[in-house]
């Protein structure tokens, strides 16, 4: 073949390996193919060239590389002179045309095109079309869209006619069709997928695929091409278009590959959802793919990248590109048998409740049911997936919902479905995603106009969308007001939908509902909704919330709720010897700052160090406390007050009694958990900080429960508050995304920082730099610096982030954990991700990290530990979700958390359950160890359950030792220092609660 210098070769398909096996160590090959009759056309080349063979073949590929090597060690001088090759747009009559990209698919780009790029795609599809005088073309791309130059020319180098309607017409499906087909019978289409789809499925069966068509030749391409079981439905009986899948990029100049549907396919009545391979390349082109590392791929996942001897562009500002260049675009297949199917693009692979997934198959999928005309699906604001479809009649949502959950993944569910009259194209003929986002945004609005009538059509109607969700069958029967959702088939996915659709039907966000819908009953879930839609009325939560009381009925144990605006012992200034401190919060976190001087004159000197943090280093300014210890009666008793019939210590076994000591009125729920800090120039002058869903954030003196100063935020509070490392500042987030930097002596606005969405998360902070750490609904983390009023770094998290960040000093590490089910491990300095692990499900409870390990609890029942570096080390299984988060033992040997089954559990860090015990109702709070000095220094741990219930129980074994019932919910968790347990309530106040031990009574 050599000798007389072959230059063309027709092989049959079934042959070309055995043809490629047979000559691959003589040939080297720089060709195009012709698909005719199962033949292919090879031209030959005897040259050192690359080879661009078939693309589903692997062996082309390992040839191609061994020539390579080969060439670049015999063939150095002529491999040198290859590289040095370039294309220059300076030379005369290079260029053929320049063009902008429309930026949906990345950044905008500034193409500019040579002749010898583009004329081999012109070339190219006059053969593969097998273009006469006799055909018609439709300009159907404009002219600042590349595929518009193939048109034009393929038609003019051919002597066909080439049709140009306008602009006015093109919108028109219906008129459209009409002048392509009946008026002048157009028999060559190259378009999008979604220029197709505006016709709808009805027209295209019988006008554009019809038996009688004019249309000869149908080339998609610009976008993924349709499901082979769409595309069979469009086909009307008997239709023989010739239809192709093109693919290619602007920056290689339009297309790069091809492949026909064969017939055999596109006439087998049987159910088909292989997907369309891209096929082979166009005259000239290289197509390889490559994995994350520029390795080569033969058989997986990869990204595609275009090129070839002279199919070069120059992009924006180059002048020279070498011959061969290979451009990357975005775009990702898989090869499986040597074949390549497209997966998507890089934009189009998102990240879904913990899951990869691909929205261009939820669209296929939604396309593929039989009363879907077209459908288009986005992922808005990259938190919600929207399915907008036209629909062929009146179309029910729920028939959509579930018919989609029979043919996808739970977490490729759409969050909304949108109906509208058609769907919106760009001037390219592709979706125009931000003409969607303000179809959505509309839609939104309209509902949010809508108002209800009245609290008994929300009941009808949350029991109406609860069905639907569910997948219930839409019988009479109500859903029994005690129903669970977990219980009921419902899972972290579907909650999200039902959050979605009641706060669409009510018009507005209503706060909390996502973690009440996964932990509350129907009824419950139906009281959180009328306190926001109507917030002025006298609601109950629910069936044993008892009636809140007149004002004239308060004990006197209740303090006035004025605002005494008390100086607080700690100046303004960073005297560390003067605001020396200790600060409490829940799950027994004790932060003591710059008290070495003063740790001898507090009653309860630790012995030991131990605490999630700060057991991990010996910093200077920084040590913890044993769990606070229970001394018996506390100084200033005067305050206490007579137990009120409501608020009961349940005596029985119980060895210790409860007594109010004081209560404070907050004007609403209290979820918020407090945070107590002791001054250590002055223990009396201890300040417990406190929220509520009253906007209100209170300064409220420990032991007379005098309020000191009230400041009135943007909107509710669930946040817990954090104190600075000076002592000065309090840092609080809010609903209205903001978080508030406090003076912690006066309550006045010092700064207030601005995230996205609402801020239920709790700042943590860094006794070694100060800075603050905090996570938003944003699903963004922020490192903020008050000092200085700024945001040092902010990191995007995968997922909202609800609980709140913990920090390890040894190693270096901040965690935080996301709705989206990561837990993430960051450098605190950088912001930078050092490890991420993914759950599977939501984390509501907040990480804790102690020497050796890192804990937290998932809505999927189990109770997880990692080593810091990421490493699953245990998993310990309950039988309902856990929110509470965990709470350690001083020595570091135990762990306590709560859990939605009803129990409190104890288990060793080895992952062994110690012991566990049943309430009498679900636990969402956090629990408290502490000391109990007066009875040999026993540790207890104090607990709250949602239906109002404290429990005090003893560490080491889980007995009971006493209980008391808070008279509303309980989602708060308690603090405990010396005798006093503070804690908040859903009947609107704040509790200090006095311990008394069983021989003090």
């Not at 160890?929 to 949602?946: D, I, K, P, Y």
Request: proline fraction near 4%; aromatic fraction near 8%.
């Amino acid at each position: 073949m050599k000798k007389c210098n072959l230059k063309y070769i027709l092989v049959e398909k079934q042959q070309i390996n055995k043809f490629k096996s047979s000559y691959e160590t003589l040939l080297n090959y720089d060709m195009f193919t012709v698909e005719h009759n199962d033949l292919v056309l090879f031209r030959l080349h005897w040259k050192n060239v690359e080879v661009s063979l078939m693309l589903n073949n692997s062996i082309r590929r390992e040839t191609y590389e061994k020539e390579k090597m080969t060439k670049n060690v015999n063939s150095e001088n002529s491999s040198e002179e290859k590289l040095e090759e370039h294309m220059d747009v300076r030379l005369k009559h290079c260029l053929a045309y320049v063009l902008r990209t429309s930026g949906t698919t990345g950044i905008p780009k500034i193409v500019r095109v040579p002749h010898a790029c583009i004329v081999p795609n012109i070339q190219h599809f006059r053969v593969l079309f097998e273009i006469t005088q006799e055909d018609v073309l439709f300009l159907a791309s404009p002219l600042t869209f590349d595929p518009s130059v193939v048109e034009i020319f393929v038609a003019l180098s051919s002597g066909a006619s080439l049709l140009i309607v306008p602009t006015s017409v093109k919108v028109l499906p219906s008129k459209l069709a009409a002048v392509l087909f009946s008026h002048h019978r157009v028999t060559i289409l190259q378009a999008t997928p979604t220029l197709l789809r505006r016709f709808g499925s009805q027209l295209i069966k019988s006008t554009v695929l019809s038996t009688n068509t004019s249309l000869r030749v149908l080339a998609l391409g610009g976008e993924a091409f349709p499901s082979l079981t769409v595309l069979k439905s469009w086909r009307g009986i008997g239709n023989k278009t010739q239809i192709f899948n093109v693919y290619g990029i602007t920056e290689v100049s339009s297309w790069a590959t091809f492949y026909r549907i064969p017939e055999k396919i596109l006439n087998s009545t049987l159910k088909c959802d292989l997907p369309v391979q891209l096929g082979f390349p166009l005259l000239g082109t290289v197509v390889e793919v490559k994995d994350t590392n520029g390795f080569t791929v033969q058989e997986g996942n990869g990204q595609v990248f275009l090129g070839g001897r002279n199919r070069v562009c120059f992009l924006d500002d180059e002048m020279t590109v070498p011959l061969g260049t290979m451009r990357a675009t975005g775009d990702f297949v898989t090869i499986k048998d040597g074949e390549i199917f497209f997966l998507g693009r890089k934009d189009s692979q998102i990240k879904r409740h913990g899951k990869r997934l691909n929205i261009e198959l939820v669209q296929q999928v939604a396309e593929g049911l039989q009363q879907v005309e077209s459908c288009a699906v986005t992922w808005y604001n990259q938190e919600k997936l929207i399915l907008f479809m036209v629909s062929k009649n009146d179309l029910v949502k729920d028939y959509v919902f579930k018919e989609l959950q029979k043919h996808l993944p739970s977490h490729a569910i759409p969050d909304e479905l949108v109906l509208i009259d058609s769907l919106p194209f760009t001037s390219h003929g592709k979706i125009d995603v931000s003409e969607l986002n303000k179809i959505y945004l509309n839609s939104i609005n309209l509902k949010s106009e809508c108002k209800l009538n009245g609290k008994e059509e929300l009941w009808e109607k949350l029991h109406h969308l609860w069905k639907s969700v569910l997948s219930l069958s839409e019988d009479p029967l109500k859903v029994p007001d005690e129903s669970l959702f977990l219980n009921s088939g419902g899972d972290s996915l579907k909650s999200i939908r039902l959050l979605n659709e009641i706060e669409n039907l009510v018009g507005t966000a209503v706060p909390g509902l996502l973690e009440i819908i996964l932990s509350s009953s129907i009824l419950e879930i139906y009281n959180h909704i009328l306190q926001t839609v109507f917030p002025d009325e006298d609601l109950t939560f629910s069936k044993n919330y008892s009636t809140k009381r007149k004002s004239s009925d308060v004990n006197q144990e209740e303090t006035s709720g004025k605002s005494l605006h008390q100086e607080s012992v700690m100046p303004l200034n960073c005297d560390n010897e003067i605001n020396a401190f200790i600060a409490l919060s829940r799950g027994s976190q004790i932060l003591s700052l710059n008290t070495t001087r003063f740790l001898t004159k507090l009653e309860h000197c630790p012995s030991a160090c131990s605490s999630d943090i700060i057991s991990q280093t010996n910093i200077q300014n920084m040590k913890s406390l044993n769990p606070p210890a229970l001394i018996g009666k506390s100084k200033d008793m005067s305050c206490v007050a007579k137990v009120s019939e409501e608020e009961t210590s349940v005596m029985g076994a119980e060895k210790m009694e409860f007594h109010v000591r004081w209560r404070s009125d907050t004007g609403k729920c209290v979820d918020a958990s407090p945070l107590l800090v002791i001054p250590a120039v002055d223990k009396s002058s201890a300040t417990v900080y406190i929220g509520s869903h009253s906007h209100r954030m209170m300064a409220v003196d420990l032991y007379s429960g005098k309020v000191k100063w009230e400041q009135i935020l943007g909107d509710r509070i669930e946040s817990s508050a954090c104190v600075s490392k000076c002592g000065n500042f309090i840092v609080v987030g809010c609903y209205n995304g903001l978080v508030y930097i406090l003076k912690s002596n006066s309550g006045e606005k010092y700064w207030m920082f601005t995230t996205d969405d609402a801020v239920k998360s709790s700042a943590t902070v860094d006794p070694t730099t100060g800075l603050f750490y905090i996570g938003s609904h944003d699903q963004h983390a922020y490192a903020l610096d008050i000092y200085k009023k700024k945001c040092v770094w902010k990191l995007k998290c995968g997922g909202t982030v609800f609980s709140s960040p913990c920090l390890s000093l040894i190693p270096y590490h901040l965690y935080f954990a996301t709705l989206g089910g990561l837990l993430l491990a960051i450098n605190p300095a950088t912001g930078k991700r050092v490890w991420k692990h993914s759950c599977g499900k939501p984390l509501f409870s907040s990480p804790r990290c102690c020497l050796q390990y890192i804990c937290i609890g998932c809505v999927d029942g189990n109770f997880l530990c990692f080593t810091h570096f990421g490493e699953q080390i245990w998993q310990f299984s309950t039988n309902g979700p856990i929110f509470s988060s965990p709470c350690t033992s001083a020595s570091e040997q135990e762990i306590f958390f709560g859990s939605h089954d009803c129990f409190i559990y104890c288990c060793s860090m080895k992952g062994h359950l110690q012991w566990k015990f049943e309430t009498t109702s679900r636990v969402y709070s956090t629990p408290f160890a502490f000391h109990n000095h007066s009875r040999g220094n026993e540790v207890l741990l104090a607990a709250a359950s949602t239906d109002g219930k404290l429990w005090i129980l003893e560490s080491k074994s889980g007995e009971l030792q006493s209980v008391y019932q808070l008279p509303g919910e309980v989602f708060s968790s308690p603090v405990v220092w010396e005798s006093m347990l503070i804690i908040g309530c859903r009947n609107n106040y704040v509790y200090c609660l006095d311990l008394l031990g069983g021989n003090q009574r």
